[in-house]
């Protein structure tokens, strides 16, 4: 039985969802305290320690982009929502001009595809919605110290989509993939103030 939401529902989901990706984020990187937060946040490197809570974190953000997928092709929920859920998708790479290399034929005849491009192909695609399964997640590459101060990993996983037509399976996708990640400092307002601080965030998908 397909469960429909109003539009109440939807909007609370969706604060849910972007609720919960703010709360993992600052409870992944092995911080107990506020104190210990800041210090890992505007620390000038960070430790083994840290680094392999903000490879926690970039697992649950690969996820994540399983998760919003799904809810901007689902035709049954509001479409402002739909629209919200791709700036959020967006938000987890380094840039919307991240690269997503073998995409879905059905989806692109395109070898490569920008994220922002592909998810409004998702947007607007013919199916009623995708169900979208990150599977097999592995560290390949444990983040490493790299050049201009930042931090370089590599994660490969199993994708795994379905595409409806109503209650129906018309077509299913299978990938293996790698997805590199980051750890870079960017800028965070914290009332009228900015600081620098770290954050991971996924690269190009292969």
């Given at each position: 039985m397909m469960i429909i939401f109003n539009l109440n529902m939807k909007i609370t989901l969706l604060v849910a969802i972007f609720a919960i990706s703010v709360n993992v984020s600052s409870q992944s990187v092995g911080v107990d305290n506020n104190n210990d937060l800041e210090s890992t946040f505007t620390a000038k490197n960070l430790s083994n320690y840290k680094l392999r809570g903000?490879?926690?974190?970039?697992?649950?953000?690969?996820?994540?982009?399983?998760?919003?997928l799904e809810l901007i092709s689902n035709k049954e929920f509001d479409l402002g929502l739909r629209k919200q859920a791709i700036k959020m998708l967006e938000n987890l790479f380094i840039d919307k001009n991240a690269l997503l290399v073998n995409p879905e034929n059905e989806l692109t005849d395109k070898n490569q595809i920008e994220i922002r491009e592909y998810a409004q192909s998702v947007l607007e695609c013919d199916f009623s919605r995708l169900e979208i399964s990150i599977t097999k997640i592995k560290l390949s590459k444990p983040l490493e110290?790299?050049?201009?101060?930042?931090?370089?990993?590599?994660?490969?996983?199993?994708?795994?989509?379905?595409?409806?037509?109503?209650?129906?399976?018309?077509?299913?996708?299978?990938?293996n993939r790698k997805a590199r990640i980051v750890v870079v400092k960017t800028s965070k307002k914290f009332g009228n103030e900015k600081e620098f601080v770290w954050n991971v965030l996924l690269v190009n998908i292969n």
């Open positions: 903000f490879e926690t974190r970039a697992v649950q953000k690969l996820e994540d982009f399983g998760d919003y110290f790299i050049k201009k101060g930042n931090y370089s990993g590599e994660l490969s996983f199993t994708q795994s989509s379905k595409f409806y037509k109503s209650s129906k399976v018309l077509k299913r996708s299978l990938r």
